[in-house]
C-alpha cells in the first residue's frame, strides 16, 4: 500500500517523538527506583511501555504504506528530581499532543483516514491518561507538599528489588 510522502515524513517525524518519549521515560523510571520511589516508577515505567507500543504502530504503519521508519530519536530532557521529572514529562506530553493534531490534520487532508485513526487513539491516550496523570501529580505536590507527597511514593515496586 502506497501512500503520501507527506503522511510517511510525518509519521517518521511523531516515531522520533515516540522514542525520545520511550527513553525519557524509562530514564526517570529508573531514577525513581533508585531513590526508592516505588510508586512512580511504576507508573513510569508503565508510560515508557506505552510509547513504546506507540511506536511499534507507527513503524508498523510505515512499512504498510510503504515507507522506511527513522529511528531517530527526538531531543529528551531529563529532571534532577521529582518535581522537575513530572513537569519535564508533562511538556513532553502536551508537545506530542500538538504533533499528533497536526499529523491527523494532515492525514485529513491527505485521505489517510486509517491513519488518522491510529492517530486519534493516541491522542486520546496521550490526553485522557498521561498528560492527565501528570498534571494531578502536580497539582497533588501543590495541595500536600511536597515532602508528603514523596512519603506517599515510597511503596516498594516489584522491580526495584531487581535493580540494585
Avoid at 507507527?58 to 512499512?63: K, N
Avoid at 492517530?119 to 502536580?138: P, S
Amino acid at each position: 500500500m502506497r501512500s503520501s510522502q507527506k503522511v510517511i515524513d510525518y509519521l517518521n517525524f511523531l516515531l522520533g517523538g515516540e522514542l525520545g518519549a520511550r527513553d525519557q521515560y524509562f530514564i526517570h523510571s529508573q531514577m525513581y527506583a533508585e531513590w526508592n520511589f516505588g510508586k512512580l516508577y511504576d507508573r513510569i515505567h508503565h508510560e515508557m511501555e506505552d510509547e513504546t507500543v506507540h511506536a511499534q504502530l507507527l513503524i508498523q504503519r510505515i512499512l504498510m504504506l510503504g515507507g522506511k521508519p527513522n529511528m531517530q530519536v527526538s531531543e529528551i530532557n531529563i529532571g534532577s528530581d521529582v518535581p522537575s521529572m513530572l513537569r519535564s514529562d508533562l511538556e513532553l506530553e502536551y508537545s506530542v499532543q500538538e504533533h499528533l493534531k497536526e499529523g491527523i490534520a494532515l492525514c485529513e487532508a491527505e485521505r489517510d483516514y486509517v491513519t488518522r485513526d491510529i492517530l486519534v487513539r493516541q491522542l486520546e491516550d496521550t490526553e485522557q491518561d498521561h498528560a492527565h496523570w501528570l498534571e494531578k501529580q502536580l497539582r497533588l505536590i501543590d495541595l500536600m507538599g511536597l515532602q508528603n507527597y514523596l512519603q506517599s511514593m515510597t511503596a516498594d515496586s516489584d522491580q526495584q528489588g531487581s535493580t540494585h
